[in-house]
């Protein structure tokens, strides 16, 4: 049984930063790719950024690209996620997530999740 476990989150006013961190642990698990997806209220789920541990390399979307930043330790299967020069359009339930797959993209066949943490930015 995979676990990912989030902390962080929270309301902030607009140009603030908030810092998230996930936690992905099991008997037997090594995560490939660890990143973060969001969804907003009536809208779908959305990538958001992500790290491949084999060499550390990272993907972000348009959207918060130069904004956000993901990191992590791959030893303890930790990923982080430092958001600054927040928006309102960053109101969102964030979601960490991870995946075996060595290879593929970057914003697909995430097979693990966590529970989500509630990120509000007031203008």
């Known amino acids: 049984q995979v676990q990912l476990v989030?902390?962080?989150?929270?309301?902030?006013?607009?140009?603030?930063?908030?810092?998230?961190?996930?936690?992905?642990?099991?008997?037997?698990?090594?995560?490939?790719?660890?990143?973060?997806f969001r969804q907003a209220p009536g809208k779908e789920r959305e990538f958001v950024a992500a790290i491949r541990w084999s060499d550390g390399s990272t993907y972000y979307a348009d959207s918060v690209k130069g904004r956000f930043t993901v990191s992590g330790d791959n030893a303890e299967n930790t990923v982080y996620l430092q958001m600054n020069s927040l928006k309102p359009e960053d109101t969102a339930v964030y979601y960490c997530a991870a995946t075996t797959t060595r290879f593929g993209s970057?914003?697909?066949?995430?097979?693990?999740?966590g529970q989500g943490t509630q990120v509000t930015v007031s203008s």
């Open 106 to 113: 970057w914003i697909r066949g995430y097979e693990y999740w």
């Open 6 to 36: 989030e902390s962080g989150g929270g309301l902030v006013q607009a140009g603030g930063s908030l810092r998230l961190s996930c936690v992905a642990s099991g008997r037997t698990f090594s995560s490939s790719k660890m990143g973060w």
